[in-house]
């Protein structure tokens, strides 16, 4: 954990349609998926039929606005592969008032 304090840890935001798939790809083969840290799944959401890009698009925008962003991140030229894009400094108590800003169901809780 990075910041006990505040329960704050790197935790990975991002799309999938099949999430166990997507999961095991990323275990499969974390050093081309930028794995920081091993991952276990603490939350899936919903989006009820709307555009996954779009939702994690505006997900990733929030979290950059309340300065969230991961500060091992390696910045890169606008559309290259970026290491890191995907994972925040977060809590999931912030994530959760995200999900319910955007109207997301949760399908999947753990804390």
């Known amino acids: ?11 990975k935001v991002g799309r999938a349609e099949d999430i ?19 991952l276990v799944p603490i939350r899936a959401y919903g989006t009820e039929g709307r555009d996954l890009r779009a939702t994690e698009r505006m997900f990733h925008e929030l979290l950059d606005a309340a300065g969230h962003e991961n500060t091992r991140r390696e910045k ?3 559309n290259k592969n970026e290491v890191g894009k995907e994972w925040f ?13 955007l109207q997301l169901r949760a399908l999947f809780a753990k804390d």
């Open 1 to 11: 954990m990075l910041d006990p304090e505040r329960s704050k840890t790197l935790i």
């Open 20 to 38: 166990a798939r997507r999961i095991a790809q990323h275990r499969y083969d974390g050093q081309k998926a930028a794995v920081p840290e091993p």
């Open 76 to 78: 890169r030229a606008r």
């Open 89 to 101: 400094i977060n809590n999931t108590t912030f994530l959760d008032k995200i999900a319910k800003a």
